[in-house]
């Protein structure tokens, strides 16, 4: 069974910064890309940022030049840095893997989430 475990939220003041990590277990296959989404109280999941198997990223406009989204394909893992929070930044973080099969099946792997509250 494929599992997706977050780690590294928590509360930090505006301008702060902190580290997101992803750890997948029970996968026998590479994802083709991963990926941070939020969610803030009453607001749709939002897709933070993003990175192919090879490496290329891209970003939601609210989080250029702040956050970095990185994946060590050998350890299975995905992090985000994130600088320079703001209050807007107050979310749960959610951890996602895709895969697409050998029958072009797109599968798609989400953690529980870990929560960012970005308050003075």
Known sequence: QVQLVES???????????RLS?????????????AWYRQAPGKQRELVARISSSGTTIYADSVKGR????????????????NTLNPEDTARY??????IDYKSVENNYWGRGTQVTVSS
């Open 94 to 99: 959610y951890c996602h893997g895709r895969w």
């Open 22 to 34: 992803c750890a997948a277990s029970g996968n026998r296959f590479s994802f083709d890309a991963m």
């Open 8 to 18: 590294g939220g928590g509360l930090v003041q505006p301008g702060g910064s902190l």
């Open 67 to 82: 956050f970095t989204i990185s994946r060590d394909n050998a350890k299975n893992t995905v992090d985000l840095q994130m």
